[in-house]
């Protein structure tokens, strides 16, 4: 017989064994979520034990974690093995894997990043001697990206010679690579993996030693930096796209090994721009998602800046989530949100539909490896509801998009015109059309880039003895003229001012297929004060045979998938009225389950191309501030 005590012991522990499964989320079911600890957090658990089990307590009962990284250097402060081996213990112990992770940054920098001069001896020591500690701890281990290489000391300049910048870094940080950071390595632990991860500046990266082109093959394993935050603020000015292009770049780059996305709450904002970046990751199909770092996920998630939107029925709904997680602002029993419910809530909503979603798709664009020119305008086209899908490669694929950046492949010229040849069909832009005018590019087309600009107030669709609808204003916007012949190439959607015309969209043939020159205004951010039928327009063109078209104004995408599903997110401060275009009569919303028939469309446009199919349908869809919509096709 139990005694009263032992009775009352045992009824203590299923109690808390009932709190403790209650309290703890349950896995997520399309992705895993891991959590980075710099350094400095981790010293802080080393020498404060109850510290480490009461924030980590605070972060588990609101978020399901699968993974840690625990980081061993960063910026001139390193953890020893004791420390290390003590947090890695504590995890271990509640079911959560380990890696280690490092930052290869020197000390200082006053606020500007100051990385690792690897010309100099001292640099590479603690480059090899870190590299070895972490991988005696951890069988797989990250590279923070902050492992570029910006240094132009005295050393670096000698070592550098007569290379550019960007030769002399990236062959440097390929050498460091293998032999400062693997090989040491590999020879303490030959089992370690090392994943590195590139950051969101991908237009930089071989200024600052990144190299597309072979340190995906150096390491096993890449993830991708997604975080955007709010670009008015931030000196970066990332569009919220990218959060989604930049992984599928870089999966297209590394099939099947990145890992994952890696967000931060880093300048949100608002709690709803953070919620965005984590949704964009995981449509972009990620099988797993970074949160950086472990106690920001410990703030007190403040609604500031919402006040727009905070009472509208958006996809992030901070009162709905604080309900759930925190009980109702001044009854017993409330406690404050902390990120950490920010970031299960806004998982746990684009998880009930990720697993609907099939292979990404979208308008094919050939972005060469290393590459620079027109920085961000695919993120801009996909702001304004075109949906890319970009490669390091030429794509197989109808039509391709070409931007400024494809200069930098030798061979471009031929590829475009081996393409249109055989009937398929190429958008250029009008900064690469520039580039290419003097590279005998003048044997496809005559059309070229003048140094006249003009600034277009009213805009037109259509060509041909004067035809043409008339489709909204602008207040001025600059355009570079482009010249072209007329009756050969074609302005199909053009803008008029007071002295003449320019042309948005031309339109020329060549062998068997279709060229168009989409003109970019001078600042591409001018994109989003085009009209909505602009855009609408040069939409009809630009996406000819993409499964679903969007009509509507700037600032909502379109995600597509190969298997008849499509996401629509608005990433404005209001609610927004678009239309959805294909050719399916139905279409089921992949969260409620509801069923929505298509209303009849005659054509896409009067101008659209015989490509077009013959019958389409439309849905006309309210979309809320910062939300998306996922839906299937049905026919």
């Known amino acids: 017989m139990l005694t009263i005590r032992q009775r009352l012991a045992a009824a203590l522990i299923l109690l808390l064994a009932a709190a403790t499964a209650w309290a703890a989320p349950a896995p997520y079911r399309n992705f895993k979520v891991t959590v980075y600890i710099p350094?400095?957090?981790?010293?802080?658990?080393a020498r404060d034990p109850a510290w480490m089990r009461s924030s980590w307590r605070t972060i588990a009962s609101r978020l399901h974690v699968d993974q840690v990284f625990i980081e061993s250097y960063r910026a001139g402060v390193s953890a020893t093995g004791a420390q290390l081996s003590r947090v890695k213990r504590f995890f271990l112990a509640h079911h959560v894997a380990v890696a280690g992770g490092m930052a290869m940054l020197g000390p200082g920098g006053n606020g500007q990043f100051n990385t690792l001069d690897y010309a100099l001896p001292q640099d590479r020591a603690l480059a090899r001697r870190m590299s070895a500690l972490t991988a005696r701890h951890?069988?797989?281990?990250?590279?923070?990206d902050l492992y570029f290489y910006n240094t132009k000391s005295l050393a670096d300049i000698a070592a550098k010679g007569n290379r550019t910048w960007s030769e002399y870094r990236m062959q440097t940080m390929d050498w460091v690579s293998r032999n400062l950071i693997l090989k040491p390595a590999k020879a303490v632990n030959p089992k370690v993996?090392?994943?590195?991860?590139?950051?969101?500046?991908?237009?930089?990266?071989?200024?600052?030693?990144?190299?597309?082109?072979?340190?995906?093959?150096?390491?096993?394993?890449?993830?991708?930096?997604?975080?955007?935050?709010?670009?008015?603020?931030?000196d970066q000015q990332l569009l919220p796209y990218e959060s989604y292009e930049i992984f599928r770049y870089f999966e297209n780059i590394a099939p099947g090994r990145n890992g994952g996305g890696?967000?931060?709450?880093?300048?949100?904002?608002?709690?709803?721009r953070y919620a965005e970046q984590l949704w964009d990751t995981i449509l972009a199909k990620a099988p797993a998602i970074n949160l950086f770092e472990y106690t920001n996920l410990l703030e007190i998630a403040n609604p500031k800046n919402r006040a727009a939107w905070q009472y509208l029925p958006t996809t992030f709904n901070y009162w709905q989530m604080l309900k759930e997680c925190c009980g109702v602002p001044g009854t017993p029993g409330a406690k404050y949100p902390r990120l950490a419910n920010v970031a299960a809530y806004a998982l746990g909503k684009v998880d009930r539909i990720a697993g609907a979603l099939g292979q990404p798709v979208g308008l094919a664009t050939y972005r060469p490896l290393d590459s620079s020119?027109?920085?961000?305008?695919?993120?801009?086209?996909?702001?304004?509801?075109?949906?890319?899908?970009m490669y390091p490669s030429w794509p197989h694929a109808r039509t391709v998009l070409l931007t400024e950046a494809a200069r930098h492949d030798p061979h471009i010229v031929s590829e475009i015109a081996a393409h249109l040849r055989a009937?398929?069909?190429?958008?250029?832009?009008?900064?690469?059309?520039?580039?290419?005018?003097?590279?005998g590019f003048d044997q496809i087309t005559d059309m070229r880039v003048t140094h006249l600009i003009a600034a277009p107030t009213r805009y037109v669709e259509g060509f041909g003895f004067g035809a043409g609808v008339p489709i909204g204003r602008s207040r001025p916007i600059l355009f570079p003229l482009i010249h072209f012949y007329t009756n050969e190439d074609w302005a199909v959607v053009r803008g008029l001012d007071d002295q003449g015309g320019v042309p948005l969209l031309l339109?020329?043939?060549?062998?068997?297929?279709?060229?168009?020159?989409?003109?970019v205004p001078e600042e591409q951010n001018e994109f989003y004060s085009l009209p909505a039928r602009v855009l609408d327009a040069l939409r009809s063109f630009i996406t000819q045979g993409e499964p679903v078209r969007l009509e509507g104004p700037a600032g909502v995408s379109l995600f597509e998938y190969a298997n008849g599903t499509f996401v629509v997110e608005s990433y404005l401060n209001h609610p927004v009225a678009v239309r959805v275009i294909g050719a399916f009569e139905h279409i089921r919303n992949l969260t409620n389950g509801v069923l929505c028939a298509g209303d009849p469309l005659r054509a896409i446009s009067p101008f659209a191309s015989r490509r077009a199919a013959a019958r389409q349908y439309g849905y006309e869809l309210r979309i809320e501030p910062h939300s998306f919509v996922g839906f299937r096709e049905s026919r």
Do not use: C
């Not at 009937?423 to 590279?439: C, N």
């Open 138 to 144: 951890f069988n797989e281990f990250v590279l923070d």
């Open 39 to 45: 350094v400095t957090v981790v010293k802080r658990m």
């Open 507 to 519: 339109m020329d043939h060549y062998g068997k297929g279709e060229l168009y020159v989409l003109n």
């Open 193 to 234: 993996r090392v994943i590195i991860k590139f950051p969101n500046f991908y237009p930089s990266f071989q200024g600052m030693g990144f190299d597309l082109v072979n340190e995906p093959k150096i390491f096993p394993e890449i993830w991708t930096g997604d975080e955007t935050r709010y670009a008015p603020t931030t």
């Open 423 to 439: 009937g398929d069909h190429i958008i250029i832009t009008s900064g690469l059309l520039r580039a290419l005018q003097h590279r």
């Open 373 to 389: 020119g027109e920085d961000f305008l695919p993120e801009m086209l996909g702001m304004v509801g075109i949906p890319i899908e």
């Open 262 to 272: 890696w967000v931060d709450p880093i300048a949100m904002h608002d709690l709803d």
